[in-house]
């Protein structure tokens, strides 16, 4: 190293003080998207706090105003799949959801500060903890869809778990939501302006011992503006609860509304096999036990993507490779749809099982 050379900052930077252990994802330029190392960081901090009598509270955030996790490093999924290492990602998601059971199963608190952009394995991350914070910056979505791909990470038991057809209607779309929408959905749980966050960290390290975190955190809690997605609870149950993809974009057609004519444009645009396998996922998961069921349906789900699915590797190239926006999925139209291609992901049966 020459004498001018600064040493590179770790991807997650893992620091106590006080009662408190804190987790920053450290990827801004990346918008902390998760690798494996970055995942093995944090469980292996877990690991090490869990019986730790100093450390009577986690914290998880990220680095930089942009977002707390944009979701899993996609380009690496790719190019391991078309190099021809597709346990790669096998490797990668056993890993993910483990991290993912293990924030929900936690014995201490953890708080999340979902603050800015926090998708796709961001919502793993944050959408399972015991607290969940967002502010007047925060962005969330599950969207697989726009990538050939299905909501993981959980997402579909969260989403399965959104008051009405809200589930469905995020999982298709893809749609972001504001702070006040997430809390509506049930993807958080407290609204504390970005202003006071460092305060609101300062509190949990201070006076971790003397309060619950969420005791903590009710002294920085606001009310956000009305969620819109509430507002528009009557036309997306309507629609959403069809039995089909096709149904669904048929009675969008027919609503008076613009944003529902809207919405029948965003779904021509997006994979008709990603989004009948994310309609059936979310309404299975309504039907399992817990998250860890949810988890392994993901799984199994990801790796028929992976294994028989030309359009994830469409959909990753068309959005982040050669970011041209112009996918070709097979099936092209939601016409083309067979009535079987859910069934058959629901179906698969990975070689190696997420749960040993």
């Not at 901090?45 to 914290?59: G, P, R």
């Not at 391991?80 to 059971?101: S, T």
């Not at 991350?125 to 979505?141: C, F, M, W, Y």
Request: hydrophobic content about 45%.
């Amino acid at each position: 190293m020459s004498d001018t050379a600064q040493p590179t900052e770790p991807n997650v930077l893992v620091r106590r003080a006080g009662g408190l252990g804190r987790l920053t994802l450290n990827r801004p330029r990346a918008l902390n998207a998760l690798d494996l190392g970055m995942i093995e960081t944090l469980g292996a901090a877990l690991d090490a706090w869990e019986h730790d009598i100093d450390v009577q509270l986690v914290v998880l955030d990220g680095t930089g105003e942009r977002g707390l996790c944009a979701g899993g490093d996609i380009r690496g999924l790719y190019e391991q799949i078309v190099g021809g290492d597709p346990d790669g990602m096998g490797r990668f998601l056993r890993a993910e959801y483990a991290l993912d059971a293990r924030i929900a199963e936690y014995p201490k608190p953890i708080v999340v500060l979902a603050d800015g952009i926090t998708m796709g394995g961001g919502i793993g991350l944050a959408g399972h903890a015991p607290v969940r914070i967002v502010t007047e910056r925060s962005k969330l979505a599950m969207p697989e869809t726009r990538i050939g791909f299905t909501p993981d990470a959980g997402g579909s038991w969260l989403l399965g778990r959104a008051p009405g057809r809200i589930g469905e209607y995020l999982a298709l779309t893809g749609a972001s939501m504001d702070g006040s929408d997430a809390i509506y959905a049930g993807f958080a749980d407290h609204f504390v302006p970005s202003a006071h966050l460092g305060d609101l960290r300062d509190a949990l390290q201070t006076r971790a011992h003397q309060s619950t975190p969420t005791e903590l955190v009710q002294l920085f809690d606001e009310t956000p503006q009305p969620s819109a997605l509430a507002a528009q609870r009557d036309w997306i149950d309507d629609t959403f609860a069809a039995d089909s993809v096709a149904e669904i974009a048929e009675r969008l057609r027919a609503r008076p509304e613009a944003a529902a004519s809207a919405t029948a444009d965003v779904l021509a645009e997006l994979s008709p096999t990603a989004l009948a396998v994310a309609l059936d996922a979310v309404r299975r998961a309504r039907t399992l036990p817990d998250l860890r069921a949810a988890l392994a349906q993901e799984y199994g789900l990801a790796l028929w993507f992976a294994a028989t699915q030309p359009d994830l590797v469409e959909g990753i190239r068309a959005q982040v490779v050669d970011k041209d926006r112009t996918p070709r999925w097979r099936p092209a139209t939601i016409a083309e749809l067979t009535t079987d291609a859910a069934a058959s992901a629901l179906a698969y049966e990975p070689a190696i099982p997420l749960w040993s």
